[in-house]
């Protein structure tokens, strides 16, 4: 406005600011909540290249059986740790002679499947166990939060490996303890966020209309409380994956010859003199997916933090 | 709306006649727990401590008092949303929460309209969605119910093609309101209470969903019970006007006698409270110095004593009954009180 | 004050009660017969019923419970399998070890945490802020394992400037603080370093930002005071909270460093515990982690009640 400013038009301006005849206003084609966080979440360069390298990792994963160059089971004596570069083994090869490209295309099925598995169920247990607290409250709320207090008291790789390290090696036991983990965490950011809006209005107007609590909890809570609990659970992926890595690295998880990028790594550990960029090259595999997972879940957050 | 426009007398689900109030409440208390320090003494807050009133059928019984005073409380208690310690309910003669009148038949019959319109209204769910809720969760089919939801929309003024699909933070305030009181009439109740509804709203847009509200109660037949601070307001839309102060009621009575003759002190205090237009109306004297009292320790005797300009030593001592004082007019006084030891009481009553 | 802790140590011991609790379960979730890493193969019926009896197996799991909680309580953490030598003894020698590596590495995380932390906060959006800020999600994201083994691979195997592996040149795996040793704990410190610096980093960094922009600081420069004042005003008021997670993170090194001890083979607890998975030590697994999960729980008391003396907004109630 190039207008000058006066009291009077000051006056003016804030009398009309709260008597604006506000039905009459022009026509908003409606979003809903998440066409307005995909909307703002396309706008974030950082989070759709993390979304995109995920996107082409999943896609590599999925496909390796097919496309990889390589037999990534099948090694050769005789041409043992090739350096990254090789005319015939592009990225190298391991201690066995197996082609490290196509050992990683195939691994990243099982170090995905691992990271994301646990954390896909904590989602779901801990997000019932987190609404029902919540939204309940009293004792229930007590005696469920104060039982997740105790796996607090365990800090995560402890917990991890203690558990995996009492049921034994391998993929299942692995999954089981990485998703006692995060149900905890999960659990207590579900009850969290359920316990800030039970007291809403809209809730007393759902009772009021004589639905049973497990339909609100379904139809009016679930809505509002999936998204935050969403969040915080695609950054814990990036922990999960390092975690799940971890555990096969210590002999906990993936068992040989089955390649998963932790195992690689550490069988790998011994070529760390002779051939150390094929030795390193698991773990950074690990390290773009984690850091990919974390960028991508820090733009949902920040897609997500929109004026309610 | 297809339904057919109903009045009070020809209602199916009226059990009593017209003569019967709809809601009567005797005896209503809820305490709060409150607790200070870790082995602190247990105290309570009496938020609501002894409410008595009725509610006839097809009138509109405003509920005025000071922020504090328990009408919110007394709200949520009649909703059942908060556990009542004690007191009693009758639903058009059938005691809320017996086997006859389970409270979930009651809710069915009683609705509410919130004073945040956008706190009661669900931002991940479309207004239609909102509206439709009750109905579904009812045993309505879902077609119908959204249906139903449409009608609604159309008759509290919100073109349904316009806003059906809308998200609450799409609406102006005035327009969640008025879906509220759609959502509120969804499950077709015959008793609605509107806590502090158009509290919120610019003065312009009050007016027209005080209209609105006039509107769907002669259409529906519906009767009304109206808490809001605003004497104003009430005036304009109450029959009949409840005073409550500290948790008790203090007056009762018709409107026009309540606001313009007020029995109980208190409540001429409150109407000289509130700013008049007209200057020779003006009043300087700060007639209701300080705070409500604390609600955890009352004043013994009347509660409204250490505020009063009437008060005697005997109000200190006796709490005063709330007792006729004119006809259909009752008063928590001493001062209006024959026989009660108060020097201001009258010799008799006029007319019992 | 003193009523404040009294109250946080009730609130502690249902907590401290499940952990223990949980430790129990561990022997139990483990596959097959708890005896079967103690018995031979070819042992008789009657042997392995006098050994469960022995053990205390036959009892009901309640009972078991108790009496290794008493136990416990006395310090008796049981028998290792693996060196037929206590656990409280081989725990705590390994404890010592990667509490000094923790402390290491958190002094560290703290020093550069709080640095970047600082500068960012002040110039937030400006190319430090950037920069600290992708170190931080570095931190956070990079497996610490991974990180161990490629700076053995630089600063070991190609440069040579430091030892791989072992906390010391004797190879007898108690850590000294002389020169010699110091030039062993120089890679893992740094390694396990790098969470808490880009946790203790970002969380100092939202905490300067909210401290400068809030009124109070406006009220000072006002005032007049200069930036060095303001800036000792932000240091105090940030100072609660970022010593509180540096003292959290200390708890979380310390139960987490299994997989960079291993890298690197320090014998701590970490080590410890990957010996006592293979071997199948169960007293010796649920023996470390019982302490190291108490030694957690403490810290977590230790931390709440400094914070709280430390900090006058919160109340003692």
């Known amino acids: 406005m190039t207008a000058p400013v006066t009291a009077a038009s000051i006056a003016l301006d804030g009398a009309v600011a709260t008597a604006s005849p506000v039905e009459a206003e022009a026509f908003v084609p409606s979003r809903g909540f998440w066409g307005h966080v995909g909307h703002r979440l396309v706008r974030d360069p950082v989070a759709m290249a993390a979304g995109a390298v995920i996107l082409f990792i999943v896609a590599v994963a999925i496909l390796s059986p097919w496309i990889t160059p390589m037999d990534p089971y099948k090694g050769s004596m005789l041409r043992r740790l090739r350096p990254v570069g090789d005319a015939t083994y592009w990225l190298g090869s391991d201690e066995l002679g197996r082609d490290m490209l196509s050992r990683l295309m195939v691994g990243a099925r099982l170090s995905l499947f691992m990271g994301v598995t646990p954390v896909l169920i904590a989602f779901a247990i801990g997000s019932a166990i987190g609404i029902l607290a919540g939204y309940v409250g009293g004792w229930t709320n007590t005696i469920l939060m104060r039982t997740i207090d105790v796996f607090f008291a365990f800090p995560s790789v402890l917990l991890a490996i203690a558990l995996s390290g009492a049921l034994g090696a391998g993929i299942f036991n692995a999954i089981v303890s990485l998703t006692c983990v995060f149900v905890p965490q999960i659990a207590r950011v579900a009850e969290s966020v359920t316990t800030g809006i039970r007291r809403r209005d809209y809730i007393d107007a759902a009772k009021l209309s004589g639905a049973s609590a497990l339909t609100i909890m379904r139809v009016q809570v679930l809505g509002n409380v999936v998204g935050p609990i969403f969040v915080y659970a695609t950054s814990l992926i990036s922990v999960s994956m390092i975690l799940a890595s971890g555990l096969s690295f210590l002999g906990l998880g993936v068992r040989p010859p089955e390649p998963e990028w932790g195992l690689m790594l550490n069988t790998l550990r011994t070529a760390i003199y002779v051939n150390p960029m094929v030795a390193a090259l698991p773990g950074l595999a690990i390290f773009v997916v984690s850091i990919s997972f974390n960028l991508f879940s820090d733009g949902l957050r920040t897609a997500m933090e929109i004026r309610q | 709306m297809n339904a057919p426009v109903l009045t009070p007398s020809i209602d199916p689900r009226d059990r009593g006649g017209p003569a019967q109030p709809l809601l009567s409440v005797s005896g209503l208390v809820k305490h709060f727990p409150v607790r200070k320090g870790l082995g602190g003494q247990k105290q309570v807050v009496r938020a609501v401590d002894g409410v008595d009133f009725e509610t006839l059928k097809g009138e509109t019984l405003g509920i005025v008092g000071e922020s504090g005073c328990g009408k919110s409380t007394t709200a949520k208690l009649l909703m059942g949303l908060i556990e009542r310690d004690s007191g009693e309910m009758l639903f058009d003669g059938e005691a809320v929460g017996s086997r006859a009148l389970p409270w979930r038949a009651y809710r069915r019959q009683v609705q509410m309209v919130f004073q945040d319109s956008y706190a009661s209204l669900n931002p991940r769910m479309t207004v239609e969605a909102s509206i439709a809720f009750g109905p579904k969760v009812n045993g309505v089919p879902g077609r119908q119910a959204v249906e139903r939801a449409r009608g609604l929309l159309a008759r509290v003024g919100l073109e349904p093609k316009r806003f059906a699909g809308r998200y609450p933070h799409e609406l102006s305030g005035g327009q969640r309101q008025r879906v509220n009181i759609a959502r509120a009439l969804a499950l077709e109740p015959r008793l609605v209470l509107l806590d502090e509804a158009v509290s919120a709203l610019d003065k312009s847009v009050e007016a027209q969903v005080l209209n609105l509200l006039l509107d769907l109660k002669a259409e529906f037949g519906l009767t009304y019970i109206f808490i809001s601070h605003d004497l104003n307001v009430v005036r304009f839309i109450s029959d009949r006007v409840m005073v409550m102060y500290l948790g008790r009621v203090s007056e009762i009575g018709p409107s026009d006698a309540v606001l313009a003759e007020p029995a109980h002190p208190y409540t001429g205090a409150l109407l000289h409270s509130m700013p008049s237009l007209d200057p020779d109306n003006r009043t300087q004297v700060a007639l209701l110095a300080g705070d409500p009292p604390n609600p955890i320790d009352p004043p013994p005797g009347c509660r409204f004593n250490p505020r009063c300009k009437l008060a005697a030593p005997v109000c200190t001592q006796v709490e005063p009954p709330l007792d006729p004082v004119a006809p259909a007019h009752r008063a928590a006084c001493l001062a209006r009180q024959p026989g009660s030891g108060h020097p201001e009481a009258p010799a008799a009553l006029a007319a019992a | ?317």
Not at chain 3, 32 to 41: E, M
Not at chain 3, 258 to 265: D, G, K, P, W
């Open chain 3, 1 to 317: 004050m003193l009523l404040y802790i009294l109250k946080r140590l009730i609130y502690v011991t249902p907590v401290a009660f499940g952990v223990s609790v949980v430790c129990f379960l561990l022997v139990h979730l483990a596959p097959g017969d708890p005896l079967s890493a103690v018995l031979p193969a070819d042992a008789t019926q009657a042997t392995i019923d006098e050994m469960r009896s022995a053990y205390g197996f036959d009892k009901p799991l309640p009972v078991q419970y108790a009496i290794w909680l008493w136990h416990v309580l006395q310090g008796d953490l049981g028998t290792s399998i693996a060196t037929g030598r206590p656990v409280l003894g081989e725990v705590s020698r390994a404890v010592v070890n990667s509490l000094i590596l923790a402390s290491v590495a958190t002094l560290i995380g703290f020093t550069f945490g709080t640095l970047f932390g600082f500068v960012a906060g002040y110039r937030r959006n400006s190319v430090l802020d950037r920069t600290a800020s992708a170190l931080s999600v570095f931190g956070v994201s990079v497996p610490h394992y991974w990180l161990g083994m490629v700076l053995v691979i630089i600063f070991s195997a190609t440069l040579g400037w430091l030892p791989p592996t072992g906390a010391g040149p004797d190879g007898s795996g108690n850590w000294r603080p002389d020169f010699e040793h110091l030039r062993y704990i120089i890679l893992p410190a740094v390694t396990m370093s790098v969470i808490p610096t880009g946790i203790i980093a970002r969380t100092v960094r939202a905490l300067v930002a909210d401290i400068l922009a809030q009124d109070f600081v406006e009220a000072l420069r006002a005032k007049g005071l200069d930036e060095w004042g303001v800036f000792k005003h932000v240091v105090r008021n940030a100072a609660p909270t970022a010593l509180a997670i540096m003292g959290l993170q200390l708890g979380y090194l310390l139960g987490g460093s299994i997989l960079i001890e291993t890298v690197f083979a320090w014998p701590g607890t970490g080590f410890l515990l990957n010996a006592a998975i293979f071997q199948r030590d169960l007293p010796l697994l649920q023996g470390s982690i019982l302490v190291l999960a108490m030694f957690f729980v403490l810290l977590n008391l230790i931390v709440d009640v400094m914070q709280t003396a430390l900090d006058p907004r919160i109340e003692r109630a």
